[in-house]
């Protein structure tokens, strides 16, 4: 199916998270958040998955936004923004 052929290319943290429900996982549980940007985010509340989430939503799923405020206000890297934006956008994708 075109669904699998797409989780080939996905990497192992992308697939596991995508895989489930968020339920109460911890922000870094997200692909692209490391430990250091988890640290950012729980500092200021954003501990669970589920809070970086309703973020991205309440954001109209606008990656380049999203990306943007991650940086901004949390310090992430291009590349850990991109990871997680794309990250939550698949979830929203498969469970919405």
Known sequence: TLRTKEMDHMSPRLRAFLSEPIGEKDVCWVDGVSHELAINLATKG???????????????????????????????????????????????????
């Open 46 to 96: 954003i501990n669970k998955a589920y809070i970086l989430l309703g973020q991205f939503l309440l954001m109209h799923k606008n990656e380049a936004e999203f990306q943007r405020w991650l940086i901004c206000c949390f310090g992430a890297t291009e590349c850990e923004a991109q990871q997680s934006s794309h990250c939550l956008k698949e979830w929203c994708a498969c469970f919405l």
